[in-house]
T-cell receptor, first 118, second 117 residues
Framework: AQTVTQSQPEMSVQEAETVTLSCTYD???????LFWYKQPPSRQMILVIR??????QNATENRFSVNFQKAAKSFSLKISDSQLGDAAMYFC???????????????FGKGTKLSVIP | KAGVTQTPRYLIKTRGQQVTLSCSPI?????VSWYQQTPGQGLQFLFE???????NKGNFPGRFSGRQFSNSRSEMNVSTLELGDSALYLC????????????????FGPGTRLTVL
């Protein structure tokens, strides 16, 4: 079974600064997807960024980028120029890429609560 | 395109009752998954449906069940409610798998907040 670990329950960042959230995972699969989801106080789960394991290039989406280290099974999220609206819970998640028993589900980490200080 | 919709958004029930939650996926999406979110356990997978068939089930008791209709809409049912069933129930939809490969992203609805008294 796959596991996802987020070792930072809470983090804070000054507005306009950069912050990095950590995530490690454990899997025996070689083909999978990794995600960062954001959950603001409204509770709506919003996709921030995704990474396919076979792609060596790190994904970027505007101010959000990842550092994907497949051998180390590490998938960190960097938020640049932090804004007040970035304050939320951030969840790292894993999903297999190949159909099969147990493959459809997302496995989530416990989350990191990010506060943005004005 | 409209996003994933869930009804009702809030629900209050008492122990022993049963409840049915509904999820309408994004148009064109045929796979629907359900998750339970609690402060203690975090996000846990309940089950996943594709083409009206349950493809995957998490580690939950038989009181939790679901189904999917031909239009891809899904419902989940919880019978004999317990206090511990109080949670945010999230539904997510994604495209159908192609050539044995899963689509990359699940899109979430706003959730149904269930409170059991």
């Amino acid at each position: 079974a796959q596991t996802v670990t987020q070792s930072q329950p809470e983090m804070s960042v000054q507005e306009a600064e950069t912050v990095t959230l950590s995530c490690t995972y454990d899997t025996s699969e070689s083909d999978y997807y990794l995600f960062w989801y954001k959950q603001p106080p409204s509770r709506q789960m919003i996709l921030v960024i995704r990474q396919e394991a076979y792609k060596q290039q790190n994904a970027t989406e505007n101010r959000f980028s990842v550092n994907f280290q497949k051998a180390a099974k590490s998938f960190s999220l960097k938020i640049s120029d932090s804004q007040l609206g970035d304050a939320a819970m951030y969840f790292c998640a894993y999903r297999s890429a190949i159909t099969g028993a147990g493959s459809y589900q997302l496995t989530f980490g416990k989350g990191t609560k990010l506060s943005v200080i004005p | 395109k409209a996003g994933v919709t869930q009804t009702p958004r809030y629900l209050i029930k008492t122990r022993g009752q049963q409840v049915t939650l509904s999820c309408s996926p994004i148009s064109g999406h045929r796979s629907v998954s359900w998750y339970q979110q609690t402060p203690g356990q975090g996000l846990q997978f309940l089950f996943e449906y594709f083409s009206e068939t349950q493809r995957n089930k998490g580690n939950f008791p038989g009181r939790f069940s679901g189904r999917q209709f031909s239009n891809s809409r899904s419902e989940m049912n919880v019978s004999t409610l317990e206090l511990g069933d109080s949670a945010l129930y999230l539904c997510a939809s994604s495209l159908a798998p192609t050539s044995g490969r899963l689509p990359d992203t699940q899109y979430f609805g706003p959730g149904t907040r269930l409170t059991v008294l």
